[in-house]
């Protein structure tokens, strides 16, 4: 009743009527869902011009716009700053250019002019044919085998883009320099030999995109476990595995990171946007509280409210980075998870878990933690069906060694892309 009678004296006070009270409400509602946006593709302007919007109607609704004014406050400061140092330390010369790649034999490499490529042999217990691509970035990890010749190409360091060739064997390789771009060729007897035929390519896999997110890296090694055991090293290991056998299956692949590097959660889910996935997978290993027994087991999880305490405890290890997001920004973006993906997600879950627990489980008794709803801040981004699995317990004796096993990583990323395969095959 007291909340009807305010609103009566709103609309004589101010000389609103209930129409024009009902467009501001909806305008707000609108800029809320822009500023969500805003928010989860790292687009300042758009979080300005959104945060504008809401104080506009938030003032003519009588609502608490101070944390908006704020945020809005800081923000302004923040890209002024930003546009200064910018103007201060512009320098052409400074950006790099992305790298346009053909992995066919001869390989083709289309660089920035002006750029610089070294070449050097290696020699160890592996034979190494090795390429240096100065002031350039790949737009992703690569590895090809060409018979008993493996090829690699990632980024080395934040200006260098490295390609590698080796073997066990001595092998040979020509390559020329024409029109700005690098090309090379295998010309011996290993790279022509007879190939393992390849895993048949479903046609629900044709032109599917999976976004892999190893969890963690650099400076935020993850949970560290039995024997100094850092969750990064083993997320990422089974994430390039994954990458190969989701390969084999004519997915196309990205992953957010494809070395040791820090990478900002918002960045992840953002460059699974930009990359247009269909699904994300992010890499996590479980860590149990101290003085706690020693837990084992598989658990997926997907992004949904809920009052579980144990899924709150394993969102909060994941989220400590979320600092950058603060209470305002969470509470706005829980408040309109999108219900479609919240299901979506929960049946990939569900066809993941079975498909690694039938994979490991051939030849490793492992538990059950079974498919949980938990707030993941890593997931909140994405416009995708996305998960988030932990692999095991790197606080229990029995799973940290198995984490960093080769065969039971190949095994978990086996059982995950077969999971994949069955949840493309039940709902497209």
């Known amino acids: 009743m007291k909340k009807f009678l305010f609103f009566l004296f709103f609309v004589f006070a101010f000389g609103c009527d209930t129409s024009s009270f009902n467009t501001a409400y909806q305008d707000y509602y609108k800029n809320q869902q822009l500023y969500i946006e805003a928010l989860l593709d790292n687009d300042t302007q758009k979080e300005i011009k959104a945060l504008k919007e809401l104080i506009k109607c938030g003032k003519y609704l009588n609502f608490d716009i101070k944390e908006y004014k704020n945020k809005l406050l800081k923000l302004t400061k923040k890209l002024q700053k930003k546009k200064t140092a910018t103007k201060k330390n512009f320098k052409p010369s400074s950006f790099k250019k992305y790298l346009k790649i053909h992995t066919t034999n001869p390989l083709k490499i289309s660089f920035p002019k002006q750029t610089k490529i070294k070449h050097f042999t290696l020699k160890n217990r592996l034979y190494k044919e090795v390429f240096d691509i100065k002031n350039s970035i790949t737009p992703s990890f690569i590895t090809k085998k060409i018979g008993n010749i493996t090829l690699k190409i990632a980024q080395f360091d934040k200006n260098t883009v490295r390609i590698v060739y080796f073997s066990r064997k001595p092998f040979k390789l020509n390559y020329n320099i024409k029109n700005d771009t690098l090309f090379v060729s295998l010309n011996n007897k290993q790279a ?16 599917k995109i999976i976004v892999i997110d190893p969890g963690h890296g650099g400076k935020d090694s993850g949970g560290i476990g039995i024997g100094r055991r850092y969750e990064k090293h083993a997320v990422l290991s089974v994430a390039k595995k994954l990458a190969q056998e989701l390969k084999k299956r004519g997915y196309i692949v990205y992953l957010t990171r494809n070395k040791d590097i820090f990478i900002p959660l918002k960045k992840r889910t953002h460059f699974a946007n930009v990359k247009k996935a269909d699904l994300f997978i992010s890499l996590h290993c479980n860590i149990a509280p101290k003085h706690s027994k020693s837990p084992n087991g598989i658990e997926t999880y997907y992004l949904s409210p809920t009052r579980s305490e144990r899924a709150i405890r394993v969102a909060k290890l994941e989220n400590k980075e979320i600092k950058g997001l603060n209470y305002l920004d969470q509470r706005v973006i829980l408040g309109f998870l999108n219900k479609d993906r919240i299901i979506d997600s929960n049946k990939l879950a569900i066809d ?19 498919v949980r709803p938990a707030p993941f801040w890593v997931l909140v981004g994405t416009q995708m069906p996305a998960i988030l699995i932990e692999m095991g317990y790197l606080t229990n004796p029995i799973e940290a060694k198995r984490l960093f096993n080769n065969d ?5 990323a086996k059982g995950i892309a077969k999971g994949i395969n069955e949840y493309f095959r039940k709902n497209y």
């Open 408 to 412: 039971y990583q190949q095994r978990i």
């Open 352 to 370: 993941i878990q079975n498909g690694m627990l039938k994979e490991i489980r051939k030849k490793y008794f492992v538990k059950n933690g079974g």
């Open 192 to 207: 022509v030999k007879k190939q393992k035929t390849p895993a048949k390519k479903t046609l629900f896999s044709h032109k």
